[in-house]
């Protein structure tokens, strides 16, 4: 099976900077894209960027010019560093890996998509 793990949540302060990881690990063969959502109360998890195998990213209109999505391949992490974080920035944030693994045998490879437990991060104005 493959596990994915998230850290680095917390409260910050408005304009301050926080950094978030996820690793993934278990029977995985490989990881395609990674990414990460954010989940504020009552609404619906969104998008806020990702990154694909050869480092190639995209990021929500919100988050542009203030995060980054970086990933080490042999390590199998992604991580999120925000700078100037606002209250709106608030939520759960989640890592999402789509990655290819070993079947329950190893004599097969699977393609499949797994989410983090989610890390909560609070903005305080």
């Known amino acids: 099976q493959v596990q994915v793990m998230e850290s680095g949540g917390g409260l910050v302060q408005a304009g301050e900077s926080q950094r978030l990881s996820c690793t993934a690990s278990g029977s995985i063969v490989s990881i395609d894209t990674m990414a990460w959502y954010r989940q504020a109360a009552g609404k619906q998890r969104d998008l806020v960027a990702t990154i694909n195998s050869d480092g190639t990213t995209n990021y929500a209109d919100s988050v542009k010019g203030r995060f980054t999505i970086s990933r080490d391949n042999s390590k199998k992490t992604v991580w999120l560093q925000m700078n100037g974080l606002q209250p709106e920035d608030t939520g759960v944030y989640y890592c999402?890996?789509?990655?290819?693994?070993?079947?329950?045998?190893?004599?097969?490879?699977?393609?499949?998509?797994?989410w983090g437990q989610g890390t909560q991060v609070t903005v305080s104005s």
């Open positions: 999402h890996v789509n990655v290819l693994r070993w079947g329950a045998l190893r004599d097969i490879t699977v393609r499949a998509e797994y």
